[in-house]
T-cell receptor, first 109, second 113 residues
Framework: QKEVEQNSGPLSVPEGAIASLNCTYSDRGSQSFFWYRQYSGKSPELIMSIYSNGDKEDGRFTAQLNKASQYVSLLIRDSQPSDSATYLC?????????FGAGTRLFVKA | KAGVTQTPRYLIKTRGQQVTLSCSPISGHRSVSWYQQTPGQGLQFLFEYFSETQRNKGNFPGRFSGRQFSNSRSEMNVSTLELGDSALYLCASAPGGGEYGYTFGSGTRLTVV
């Protein structure tokens, strides 16, 4: 079993729609979870962190964490073409941040 | 505030050679992590350093090594290069243990021919 599982996509949504990205992780002891965005040819950029069960909102982004089910999700409201990128889910396990392979999101204008 | 600086940006090496990559973290950041990114494997963890101590190492052969200096700058070395080592090598820094997330450098694109 991979430590972090994400659907590789591509996930295609129309402009203005809600994009929903999901991730499951293996380490029940982890307390810190992250979403990074990576544009093609660029390095990953931290966009959200979440540490407690429930929702955390930041602008158009909402991260959701459910530790009992070991999943974390990212909702992007009012999706824009500029949101087209690969989204990486990550968590901390033993002095290392472990990344999923990422979900490619494509927002159609 | 300067970001994470990686040098060189691009590198072409021949099989069997060795290579050293450099990373200067954000000022004040004491944790530096290295990752290998390839299209098929995603971001693979290489090692993490904090205050000159390696705290964790990924599942890479001993040809991959690293170190961190007292000013938090870090280097990674790959000896006896193989074609499969061709990848983007990313360095990331954080103030502490990465619990608030990492800031990545632009990476070094290594091509082994």
């Amino acid at each position: 079993q991979k430590e972090v599982e994400q659907n590789s996509g591509p996930l295609s949504v129309p402009e203005g729609a809600i994009a929903s990205l999901n991730c499951t992780y293996s380490d029940r002891g982890s307390q810190s979870f992250f979403w990074y965005r990576q544009y093609s040819g660029k390095s990953p950029e931290l966009i959200m962190s979440i540490y407690s069960n429930g929702d955390k909102e930041d602008g158009r982004f909402t991260a959701q964490l459910n530790k009992a089910s070991q999943y974390v999700s990212l909702l992007i409201r009012d999706s824009q073409p500029s949101d087209s990128a690969t989204y990486l889910c990550a968590f901390i396990g033993g002095f290392k941040t472990i990344f999923g392979a990422g979900t490619r999101l494509f927002v159609k204008a | 505030k300067a970001g994470v600086t990686q040098t060189p940006r691009y590198l072409i090496k021949t099989r069997g050679q060795q290579v050293t990559l450099s990373c200067s973290p954000i000022s004040g950041h004491r944790s530096v992590s290295w990752y290998q990114q390839t299209p098929g494997q995603g971001l693979q963890f290489l090692f993490e350093y904090f205050s000159e101590t390696q705290r964790n190492k990924g599942n890479f052969p001993g040809r991959f090594s690293g170190r961190q200096f007292s000013n938090s700058r870090s280097e990674m070395n790959v000896s006896t290069l193989e074609l499969g080592d061709s990848a983007l090598y990313l360095c990331a820094s954080a103030p502490g243990g990465g619990e608030y997330g990492y800031t990545f450098g632009s990476g070094t694109r290594l091509t082994v021919v």
